[in-house]
Each structure stands twice: as C-alpha cells, then as structure tokens.
Nanobody
Framework: VQLVESGGGLVQSGDSLRLSCVVSGFSLDVYAIGWFRQVPGKEREGVSCISSSTGHIAYADSVKGRFTISGDNAKNTVYLQMNSLKPEDTAVYYC??????????????????WGQGTQVTVSS
C-alpha cells in the first residue's frame, strides 16, 4: 500500500495549486481518500475527502468555495485543486485512505494509510 503526494510548492496569496495523490495497493472503489494538513505545533486537520464509490464529498468550512477535490480511478489518483490560496493555507498536506463509502474529515484514526506529505507555502 502506498500513497504519494505531489504538487506542493511556494506561491503567492491568490494563486492556485493542484495537489495529486497517487495510490497503489488498494482500490479507490473501496477506499475513500482524504486530504489533511498540519502546521508545526498544531493538530492535523481535515481539509476534504471523497468516496468514489458513492460520489460523497466533504469540505472543511475554511476551504469551501476555494478547494475542489476530484478523483480519477483509472489513474488511481485523487486531486485537490486549491484556488484563491491564503497565507493561512500554508501547511504540510497529506492524503490518507479510509475504508468508507461516506468519508469524514476525522478522526484521524479512521484513516488506515497515509502519504508522506507535500509542503504548501503561501506568501502574503
């Protein structure tokens, strides 16, 4: 089982980034994928999740209207399109897998597998 994030970087406030999470060793038809982020000294927080089997999607209030999650099962990839980025979006972003048809943004222990993270830095 492996999850590999990519697409992070340094951008300015108002810019966009698209994160990718490529998975292997399990099926996106069975596992939901969540995106989480963490700032040093703070708890990891859920950002968005998608359950491909049902089409269920959830967003944290802080990113609604700015971030869009999507999946391409043929490519075993889940994307997080992040628009109108703000300095407070700066964090390490992780993707994780949860065996669920209706994903949630926590608790963390419900997610079985995690990627290594990708840094997103938004300058003001």
């Amino acid at each position: 089982v492996q999850l590999v994030e990519s697409g992070g970087g340094l951008v300015q406030s108002g810019d966009s980034l698209r994160l990718s999470c490529v998975v292997s060793g399990f099926s996106l038809d069975v596992y939901a994928i969540g995106w989480f982020r963490q700032v040093p000294g703070k708890e990891r927080e859920g950002v968005s999740c998608i359950s491909s089997s049902t089409g269920h999607i959830a967003y944290a209030d802080s990113v609604k209207g700015r971030f869009t999650i999507s999946g391409d099962n043929a490519k075993n990839t889940v994307y997080l399109q992040m628009n109108s980025l703000k300095p407070e979006d700066t964090a390490v972003y992780y993707c994780a897998a949860e065996r669920s048809a209706y994903c949630t943004l926590g608790p963390m222990w419900e997610y079985d597998y995690w990627g290594q993270g990708t840094q997103v830095t938004v300058s003001s």
